[in-house]
Every structure is written in C-alpha cells, then in structure tokens.
C-alpha cells in the first residue's frame, strides 16, 4: 500500500507465490492510471496501464484492478520470480486547470525470496 | 531502439549553483516529462514538454524551468540551487503525452552541497 513518511512499506513473499500491491489514491476526477516498477540504480519502468472506464486489465503475468468507489488500485503479480524485487508504485492522472498533471504514490517494496 | 538517454549520471554542485540537465528521448517521441525523486517526497512531476512548448506544468518553484528544442531533445535548468533540490531527476519521454505510455531514463543524482 501507500507509504507514510520516509519507510516504504514491504512485501516479502516466495518465489512462485503470487503478490498483490495496493494503492489507494486521491483524486476522484483521475482517470487513467499506471503501475511503475523501479529497481535500484534504474529509472520507473512501466508495468502497465487502466483507464477509469475499466475494472480490471491483464498483462503478462500481472493484472490491475480499479475501484473507483473506494479509490483503490490493486496489481496483482502471478508467480512471482527473484527479478520481480523492486519498488513498485502507482501514477493516477487527473485534469487540473486544462493541464494533466501526474501523481505518484510513494511505492512498496517487493521482496522476493528464491 | 535507443532508449531515453540523460547526462551527466551524477552531479555535484554547491549551494547558490545553478545546474542543466539534459535529456534526449525516444526517436519519435515528441512529449518529454521531467520529475524530482526523492526519499522524502517520492516523484514529481516538475512539468512536460510537446512539440516546443510546455505544456503541463507541477508545483515547484520558478528556480527550476526547462525548454525542449526541434528534435525533441529537452534541457532541464534549476538556478539558485538549495540543499533540498539533492534528488533523482527523471525525464521520461512518449508519444504524445499523458495518456501514452513514458519511458523514463536512468535520472541524473544531482547532489547540492
């Protein structure tokens, strides 16, 4: 989920499991969505995309979900490999003043044990 | 295909400095976005440029501005540099804007001291 002040929250898990990240966001006027991975010493890399016309969209081994009525964005990661570890965060834009404006949430790190 | 290129990697610069980033994107790509990283504040967005001219524009102060030239190529500039302006600078680059898929660089670590 989101983190709070300086410490990313963490999610370890096993390979081979399957892992769900969670974000919740802020603008209910958002109306696309991204989920970024970042690994140490890289730039964000996107993962994959929703608009808020859908509920859910598969990728390659990942899923993302959206709940506009809680403002939730899960992404799901089925079995989960070592070269999954990164920070993982999501990007909501919405129309402020005419102009999109991009905002990040603040990432979770993912752990993944061999 | 050349991914988003950013120089220099790393930077030192003292206090009062002012500081050019530059950032070369995807060929074809014609919207190039710059964001600030750091541990304390995550990413921001600091502002996009299309086709020459800014189009999207954060909340950070006048100190940090940019420009985008005919090839797409962008420079950001940040003058009067602070301690609290020590962060990853991210340029990210797409076909044409918000609603396309970013390819970001590796940043530039700007370091004030």
């Known amino acids: 989920g989101e983190s709070v002040g300086l410490h990313l929250p963490t999610l370890s898990v096993q390979e081979g499991d399957n892992s769900i990240i969670n974000c919740a966001y802020s603008?209910?006027?958002?109306?696309?969505f991204i989920w970024y991975k970042q690994e140490s010493g890289k730039g964000p890399q996107f993962i994959i995309d929703i608009r808020s016309n859908m509920d859910k969209r598969q990728g390659q081994r990942v899923t993302v979900l959206l709940n506009k009525t809680v403002k939730h964005l899960s992404l799901q990661i089925a079995a989960t490999q070592p070269g999954d570890s990164a920070v993982y965060f999501c990007a909501e834009r919405s129309k402020a003043g005419g102009s999109y404006i991009p905002t990040f949430g603040r990432g979770t790190s993912l752990i993944v044990h061999p | 295909k050349a991914g988003v290129t950013q120089t220099p990697r790393y930077l030192i610069k003292t206090r009062g400095q002012q500081v050019t980033l530059s950032c070369s994107p995807i060929s074809g790509h014609r919207s190039v976005s710059w964001y600030q990283q750091t541990p304390g504040q995550g990413l921001q967005f600091l502002f996009e440029y299309f086709s020459e001219t800014q189009r999207n524009k954060g909340n950070f102060p006048g100190r940090f501005s940019g420009r985008q030239f005919s090839n797409s190529r962008s420079e950001m500039n940040v003058s009067t540099l602070e301690l609290g302006d020590s962060a990853l600078y991210l340029c990210a680059s797409s076909l044409d804007g918000p609603r396309t898929e970013a390819f970001f660089g590796q940043g530039t670590r700007l370091t004030v001291v």
């Open positions: 603008n209910s006027a958002s109306d696309y």
